[in-house]
């Protein structure tokens, strides 16, 4: 049988995020919310990323790739939202 408990904790881990970025909203307004939840929101990405994903356990190759689309996804956001916030 598998072991089951770092997909436990992550699970605990993520919820627990959650919690802080629901709250964070609620509680607080403007730049510090938003900064908050940005945190959180990365913080949830690089968990599913290293354990969901397999990316621990997988060589080398595979984590540039990855990094690379991750940074190409963060490249289509900025531009998009450029041009969003420029018109």
Sequence with gaps: MNDFRPYLLTWVALLALLGVIVAAAALFDGLLASM???AGALCMIALI???????R?????LRVYATGGVLWLGFLIVLTLADYLTR
């Design 36 to 38: 908050i939840v940005l």
């Design 49 to 55: 990323i290293t354990l969901f994903m397999g990316l």
């Design 57 to 61: 356990s997988a060589g080398g190759l």
